[in-house]
């Protein structure tokens, strides 16, 4: 059973840069079939997609965080991981990480649990 | 505001048939797949619906996809109460470089 679980401060300071990891069990990062991806929800609101990466590195961002965004993959740990920059009191939100079936257009499944990361001074 | 447009509340009593709608465009429900997903109160999202209208092993086929031109929708037969949760729609999105796009969720009360 293939699980997802994301770690990293739960506080962050305005300005500064948020740093999430997932790290899958169960299963390889390195499967030829799945991307994987962060998604995040602010308190009380809808999700939005923040990107997604192969393993072999290649990603795709939401063009609105593309400039703040990074994600990267490090197969030997069979983690992936998000850097978001300049963070304001509008990234608060509960991240996601989740695996990307059918290419890079297709549907999360599963998701991981989800952190909440709050961005305040 | 979302790409995709759902209602923000939709209810029924147990044992009804409701329905979720949710509206795109030529870019994204259009040319693309569209997905569900279900939040239960304090839980990450769960894949409900793939591909328009298949369901994954272990979703009860009281839940229903479909879709049509720019729209899709979502119906739950025999409503039960622990089907309380919130419903996203989701799909990919060929402007902008490409995208994920999700409906701003419907929050289903089982009355």
């Known amino acids: 059973q293939l699980q997802l679980q994301e770690s990293g401060p739960e506080l962050v300071k305005p300005s500064e840069t948020l740093s999430l990891t997932c790290t899958v069990s169960g299963g390889s990062l390195s499967s030829t079939y799945y991307y994987w991806g962060w998604i995040r929800q602010p308190p009380g609101k809808g999700l939005e997609w923040i990107g997604s990466i192969y393993y072999s590195g290649s990603t795709y961002y939401n063009p609105s965080l593309k400039s703040r965004v990074t994600i990267s993959v490090d197969t030997s740990k069979n983690q992936f991981s998000l850097r978001l920059s300049s963070v304001t009191a509008a990234d608060t939100a509960v991240y996601y990480c989740?695996?990307?079936?059918?290419?890079?257009?297709?549907?999360?499944?599963?998701w991981g649990q989800g952190t909440l990361v709050t961005v305040s001074s | 505001q979302s790409v995709l447009t759902q209602p923000p509340s939709a209810s029924g009593t147990p044992g009804q048939r409701v329905t979720i709608s949710c509206s795109g465009s030529?870019?994204?429900?259009?040319?693309?797949?569209v997905y569900w997903y279900q939040q239960l109160p304090g839980t990450a999202p769960k894949l409900l619906i793939y591909k328009n209208n298949q369901r994954p092993s272990g979703v009860p086929d009281r839940f229903s996809g479909s879709k049509s031109g720019t729209s899709a929708s979502l119906a739950i037969s025999g409503l039960r109460s622990e089907d309380e949760a919130d419903y996203y729609c989701a799909a990919w999105d060929d402007s902008l470089s490409g995208r994920v796009v999700f409906g701003g969720g419907t929050k289903l009360t089982v009355l």
């Open positions: 030529t870019s994204n429900i259009g040319s693309n797949y």
């Open positions: 989740a695996r990307r079936r059918d290419g890079y257009r297709g549907w999360f499944d599963p």
